[in-house]
């Protein structure tokens, strides 16, 4: 089976990335919204934006609440990853599906904690991103059952009910749903790991580049997480991480587990250059490790700014905007957040992600 | 300070002051009580003052990191890891006494630090929103036993306060100035018999004198 597509078959899918790329925010945009006055002159910013059909559609419903345009912005992100799918095939559509499935499990896991609390199904209801028709399950149904065995019945014909049936018995001696959910995080990467490695050429490439990526940033953080925060042993920390991303494998992880520095772990996965390290300065672990992440993922955005750089008619192009995309959302989910505590603009762009202002 | 109304005779003498008697030995007694309440609350006050201020600040960090939380994973995604189950805290209370005041002794042990839910959707940040929020419950235990300690000695000192009051300025005075009282009844009672019994021994003595003439 082909894994790669084709100039032509690229040239479909890149005409309606350029098309989506065009209406994310630019350096104007974003300085004025940092510079609005609160949470209600950076909506009427918003509204000059692609994001006005969000924040109208909210409106003619009755009312915007922060909490609402949050759900409606990351529904919007998903919808777009679709936009992109429909003019990919064969390998690249699967890791599509596999990437955009990540919404799919955002909402699953709000439902198995829903679930678990015995809550009103119209109150977890409202914390479900939007899918539309895309996502396949049957949420309605979903939504009524009344236990977690139920649920986890409910999804037998889904890919979901091999990590869920393995982690159930957990769940019922620990009474938590830590084992549930990640048995279901480690599988959703290991399956996204696994439909990068089925590409082959250039495709791969860029799939390991701008995707692959993001397997080795969330291995490091967790592993860290799990040291610093919880005193996982070695063994756990290596249980509980994705075993074989792009560039971390059980080995760094191990070493992470055992104690190495964040900076050691970054200049020998990426090299000296790739980041700028005096922003991980002090000793303080637990004060380090959001700075972290903040680095790792504006590393990230970085690489797909780049992936869009260049001979358009690849996979990086569609891979590098989808994240920029998500970015993005999370970027002016930040904004708007901050806007409504009443932060500075200055302390706002210390938890961007986009930095270049 | 006004006597009491009773009958200026020797048995309410007797009772009188047998009552003076136990009211200046209540008073000894709550004197000392209060004395050590002020100590005891002033060695509890400074340990109140203490943890008071830990928790004030340690709430501000912990409401701090909830907003910061907030900005990075925005309300929805924290609100929706806020589903998962809340773990149950585990308090013993078990009560002592000083000086007669009932005040608790708070064990108060937390859940350790659980891994409650995946990493797959959430940010560094809200292991720091865990960590810091179980550092406020890890001194509430401490905070109740040194709050309710005070406020029960306060309460108890008022009450004994109130009490000293009492004897010093009302009772004690006035069984003074009712055995007193009752003293110069019998006296002037004693020196009117005496009084009469003279004048009666001067009558008989008189008429017996003019009988034999």
Not at chain 1, 35 to 56: M, P, Q
Not at chain 1, 59 to 70: D, M, S, V
Not at chain 1, 262 to 279: H, K, M, N, T
Not at chain 2, 72 to 101: F, K, N
């Amino acid at each position: 089976m082909s894994t790669s597509l084709g100039i032509t078959q690229y040239a479909g899918a890149n005409a309606r990335v350029r098309g989506l790329y065009s209406r994310l925010l630019d350096k104007d945009v974003w300085r004025e919204l940092l510079s609005a006055e609160d949470f209600n002159a950076a909506l009427e910013i918003l509204k000059n934006t692609h994001y006005e059909r969000v924040i109208r559609a909210l409106e003619q419903r009755g009312g915007i609440t922060l909490e609402q345009l949050e759900r409606y912005l990351w529904g919007e992100a998903a919808s777009n990853c679709r936009k992109v799918m429909v003019f990919t095939g064969g390998g690249v559509r699967i890791l599509l599906t596999v990437w955009w499935q990540h919404f799919e499990l955002e909402n699953l896991k709000a439902l198995f904690r829903g679930l678990d609390q015995q809550m009103d199904p119209n109150v977890v209801n409202r914390f479900l991103i939007p899918l539309g028709t895309y996502s396949t399950l049957p949420w309605e149904a979903l939504l009524h059952e009344r236990t977690v065995s139920g649920l986890i019945d409910r999804l037998r014909n889904t890919h979901y009910i091999n990590p869920l049936r393995a982690a159930y018995p957990r769940y019922q001696r620990e009474r938590s749903l830590f084992p549930i959910e990640v048995a279901l995080d480690i599988r959703y990467y290991r399956d996204l790991a696994r439909a990068i490695y089925r590409l082959t050429g250039s495709d791969r490439l860029d799939a390991k580049r701008v995707l692959g990526t993001r397997l080795d940033m969330l291995n490091i953080l967790w592993a860290f997480r799990y040291r610093i925060y919880y005193n996982l042993s070695a063994e756990e920390i290596v249980n509980y991480t994705i075993w074989h991303a792009v560039r971390t494998d059980t080995q760094i992880i191990q070493e992470i587990a055992l104690g190495a520095d964040p900076r050691d772990i970054l200049v020998r996965i990426w090299g000296e250059e790739a980041f700028d390290l005096s922003q991980l300065t002090g000793s303080d672990e637990t004060r380090m490790l959001p700075k972290l992440e903040l680095l790792l993922e504006r590393f990230w955005r970085r690489l797909a700014q780049e992936a869009l750089s260049g001979y358009p008619f690849k996979l990086g192009s569609l891979l590098g905007y989808l994240v920029l995309n998500e970015l993005e959302v999370q970027d002016i989910v930040t904004l708007l957040e901050a806007k409504g505590m009443g932060w500075e603009p200055e302390r706002i762009k210390e938890h961007l992600i986009r930095s270049e202002e | 300070m006004p006597r009491l109304k009773v009958s200026p005779t020797r048995s309410n003498y007797l009772v009188i002051k047998q009552r003076l008697a136990l009211a200046r030995e209540g008073y000894r007694l709550l004197d000392k009580k209060r004395d050590v309440l002020i100590m005891e609350i002033l060695r509890v006050i400074e340990d109140a003052e203490r943890i008071q201020k830990q928790v004030e600040n340690q709430f501000q960090r912990a409401y701090e990191i909830v907003q910061e939380a907030r900005a990075i994973m925005g309300t929805e995604r924290v609100r929706r890891l806020a589903l998962s189950r809340t773990e149950e805290v585990d308090i013993h209370i078990t009560p002592r006494s000083v000086m007669g005041v009932v005040v608790p002794s708070v064990t108060y042990v937390t859940p350790e630090k659980k891994l409650r839910y995946g990493f797959g959707d959430t940010s560094v940040i809200l292991d720091q929103v865990q960590q810091e929020w179980k550092a406020v419950l890890d001194m509430m235990g401490e905070l109740a036993e040194t709050v309710t300690t005070v406020w029960r000695l306060a309460t108890e000192l008022r009450r004994t306060q109130r009490r000293v009051n009492a004897l010093e300025h009302i009772f004690i005075p006035s069984y003074e100035e009712t055995l007193a009282y009752i003293e110069e009844m019998l006296e002037e009672k004693e020196r009117e018999e005496l009084f009469r019994m003279k004048l009666t021994k001067t009558r008989k003595e008189k008429e017996g004198s003019q009988e034999g003439l």
